[in-house]
């Protein structure tokens, strides 16, 4: 059984640039949620989503946005990427109820 | 706004000893507490969570223990193993105006020496 799947795992972008990023939950899973993981810091959360909706934001810029799609996969996206959005991209799943959220492997983003 | 605090950075344990990682928390209104390990380039891993209505929760070599009146909760590992050896990152579980928000610390790094 797959579970939280991400891609890429890595990527590369040039300041200015937008990138997106991609998670595919556990199947049955209809809740995603999107962190962001600084160096030496905890997962801060960015956005979660339910039934295609947007039912959370954390405190990110306007550049950040997200989207879910019919089948609960979701996508993330950054646009004009700064140095300091460098960081590990987390997508986490869970069911109604769930407590303990899945979490995927994460896409590690450099920006140059 | 540090709602959910890891004071010790660190932390280095014999195999076969107790690890203890400690957590405080300013948000009185947190239902659930969680504990997460994570490996270098994985994810985290759920590890044991507690409701905020309980003051002990055990699953084998994790425990994981709740002082509401001290807004302090801590992760027993006995004994602990060389596998073990993570980073640990405690999180917290409150409403936040209708949905579920996931507030993390900032992490424990555990290394278990055999």
């Known amino acids: 059984d797959a579970g939280v799947t991400q891609s890429p795992t890595h990527l590369i972008k040039t300041r200015g640039q937008h990138v997106t990023l991609r998670c595919s939950p556990i199947?049955?899973?209809?809740?995603v949620s999107w962190y962001q993981q600084v160096l030496g810091q905890g997962p801060q959360f960015i956005f979660q989503y339910y039934e295609k909706e947007e039912r959370g934001r954390g405190n990110f810029p306007d550049r950040f946005s997200a989207r879910q799609f019919p089948n609960y996969s979701s996508e993330l996206n950054v646009n004009a990427l700064l140095l300091g959005d460098s960081a590990l991209y987390l997508c986490a799943s869970s069911l109604p109820g769930q407590t303990g959220y899945t979490f995927g492997s994460g896409t590690r983003l450099t920006v140059v | 706004d540090q709602q959910v605090k890891q004071n010790s950075p660190s932390l280095s344990v014999q195999e076969g000893r107790i690890s203890i990682l400690n957590c405080d928390y300013t948000n009185s209104m947190f239902d659930y507490f969680l504990w997460y390990k994570k490996y270098p380039a994985e994810g985290p891993t759920f590890l044991i969570s507690i409701s905020s209505i309980k003051d002990k929760n055990e699953d084998g070599r994790f425990t994981v223990f709740l002082n509401k009146s001290a807004k302090h909760l801590s992760l027993h590992i006995v004994p602990s193993q060389p596998g073990d050896s993570a980073v640990y990152f405690c999180?917290?579980?409150?409403?936040?105006?209708?949905?579920?928000?996931?507030?993390f610390g900032t992490g424990t790094k555990l290394q278990v020496i055999p």
């Open positions: 199947s049955g899973h209809k809740s």
């Open positions: 999180a917290a579980i409150g409403d936040s105006g209708g949905y579920q928000k996931v507030t």
